[in-house]
């Protein structure tokens, strides 16, 4: 299979490969033994380096893939024939993107990880598909879908938590293959609907999923800021003080907000972090979690403002043993899925 076939198979979106006129302008040691060609996928162009004339080394891969970046102010996927377990292996843990035609696409910038057992078409028996942790961006489609709960088209999915179409179908694919969704074909785009019956609800479906979930929480902070109205405009209340606007649980004595993690960066000059351990924690401080996906993509509005969403917020108290907590949590799922515990 070649590699265009296999990846609009995959992905079941446009995509073209071209020939790429700029091997000439690259150093011998670039470009000898390889050939180059152009992918465009959703609108996302990216390079694609076929062959090697030396032997596999990760560290020159790595290094051959920051040069030609450099020089075609392109991103870089590498193309093999066959890859042993081992390199494959060395790809990932170095984020170097790679397609094996009919096998394997690892492409992060855009979140994709597929396996030939991850394909267009739905699988018999969910059980034999190999599956890690969601990655952000699927966990993101998969709460926005539990939310919703109504059949969605990928692009207006896409728009509301601005995400490409590719984004939005690598992980709808993958919701597909575990039969949490099932996905129909609606003029140019696709519709998605949860697999709901009178036999599964969606606390059912998110059950199923629990294990595949995770914190979305990056890090964390102690911190004070001059700009009181941040907090009113910026930050989403979260955690156990987001937990304690949903329930009877008590407001923690220290309030916790979240944000997407790179918003840290933005506003570093205007909160002063603080360690507990070394220094006392003044009355107007409080908790910042930086998320790996924006939490105002998914917060709810309840009687005052809005607020991390529940599922999110569980995860990020999932490994704190309290039994009020554990409650609280219980009961904020229940009255947004209407159903038995987790």
């Known amino acids: 299979m070649d590699a265009e076939h296999y990846i609009r198979e995959t992905l079941g979106l446009p995509c073209q490969i071209t020939s790429w006129d700029g091997t000439a302008s690259l150093p011998l040691f670039l470009a000898n033994g390889r050939t180059f060609s152009k992918l465009t996928i959703d609108n996302t162009s990216m390079l694609i380096a076929s062959g090697e004339a030396h032997p596999f080394s990760i560290t020159r891969v790595t290094a051959d893939a920051s040069r030609l970046e450099q020089r075609t102010d392109l991103p870089i996927v590498f193309q093999f024939p066959r890859l042993s377990a081992y390199q494959r292996k060395a790809l990932i843990q ?80 993958l919701l597909e293959q575990l039969a949490f969704v099932h996905r129909t074909k609606q003029g140019r785009s696709n519709s998605v609907e949860l697999l709901t019956s009178r036999q599964t609800s969606r606390l059912d479906l998110l059950k199923s999923s629990w294990h595949l979930l995770k914190s979305p929480i990056f890090s964390k902070y102690t911190v004070t800021n001059r700009n009181r109205q941040m907090i009113a405009d910026e930050l989403i209340p979260a955690g156990e ?70 599922i999110s917020t569980a995860l990020t108290l999932g490994e704190i043993a309290d039994e009020r907590l554990e409650d609280a949590i219980q009961e904020s799922i229940r009255n947004t899925f209407s159903g038995a515990t987790i």
């Open 94 to 173: 170095n984020h170097v993107p790679f397609i094996v035609p009919g096998t394997q696409l690892y492409i992060p910038s855009l979140g994709m990880v597929f396996t030939q057992r991850i394909s267009s078409r739905p699988l018999e028996n969910a059980q034999d598909i190999e599956v890690r942790p969601f990655s952000p961006a699927t966990q993101l489609v998969w709460l926005y879908l539990l939310y919703s709960n109504e059949s969605k088209v990928q692009s207006d999915i896409a728009r509301a938590l601005q995400f490409t179409e590719a984004q939005v179908s690598v992980a709808v694919t």
């Open 241 to 310: 003080f987001a937990l304690s606007r949903r329930t009877q649980l008590a407001t923690p004595k220290l309030r916790i907000y979240a944000v997407e993690r790179h918003w840290l960066k933005q506003h570093n000059k205007e909160l002063c972090i603080i360690d507990p351990a070394l220094e006392k924690v003044p009355d107007n401080a409080y908790i910042l979690e930086l998320w790996r996906y924006d939490p105002r993509l998914l917060a709810q509005y309840t009687q005052e403002d809005y607020l991390a969403d529940p």
